[in-house]
């Protein structure tokens, strides 16, 4: 018997709806912003310490530049935190993310290889987990 990969016709692929999307819960922006600071708190620790080796003031623009960098990055992590949302189905499990560029990915449950759950101190402290899904290929 010959293959053949016959084409789907678009009216019998399942539609991904925008509202079937369950947004990640509101205690993993916590954790991502407990992160941002204790990485703020070891700049400013590291920064301190530089200015008794090098000139106070280099040290110190530095450090509030780092400084800036972070709370940028904590915005961005807000941001991104209200985009991030997944979708479970019958057969597929679905990822929302992005901020500049919105991305949806879709991964079939017959191409899961493997599946980690994470909790680190943090997650732990507020009752969360990470979740983390290997596709078998690219």
């Known amino acids: 018997m010959a293959f053949t990969n016959d084409p789907i016709p678009l009216d019998r692929v399942p539609r991904l709806s925008d509202d079937a999307f369950v947004p990640v819960d509101r205690r993993y922006l916590r954790v991502r912003l407990t992160g941002t600071a204790i990485t703020a708190v070891v700049v400013v620790i590291v920064a301190f310490v530089a200015s008794i080796w090098i000139d106070g003031s280099v040290a110190a623009g530095l450090g509030v530049l780092l400084v800036a960098v972070l709370a940028g990055s904590a915005i961005v992590a807000a941001v991104e935190v209200r985009r991030l949302a ?28 493997h599946v980690n759950l994470t909790r ?13 899904i290997t596709s078998a290929g690219p």
């Open 86 to 113: 997944y979708q479970l189905r019958d057969h597929d499990v679905s990822l929302r993310n992005g901020v500049i560029t919105h991305r949806t990915q879709t991964l079939p449950f017959s191409r899961v290889q």
């Open 120 to 132: 680190g101190p943090v997650e732990r402290a507020v009752g969360l987990a990470s979740l983390e």
